[in-house]
């Protein structure tokens, strides 16, 4: 093997090296975006303190013969 051949494949192991990090880079900002867009969706959730306000009987019997 010569010279020329052991510094292409030294280049080629840093361009492969480098498109690795970008891609690692990408796509922990894909995943930091996921997170976000869940934690909105999550705090866009209505409490549950408008059902406290309905009658104690409501929900407690199923009507089987409709």
């Known amino acids: 093997m010569d010279v020329t051949g052991i510094a292409n494949v030294a280049t080629a192991m840093s361009d492969a090296s480098t ?3 970008a891609g690692i880079a990408v796509l922990k900002k894909a995943i930091d975006l996921n997170a976000a867009g869940a934690l909105a969706l999550i ?14 009987h409501l929900g407690k019997n199923i009507n089987t013969t409709a």
Not at 43 to 56: F, G, H, I, R, V
């Open 19 to 21: 498109n690795q990090a």
């Open 43 to 56: 705090e866009a959730l209505p409490d549950n303190s408008s059902t406290q306000n309905l009658p104690a």
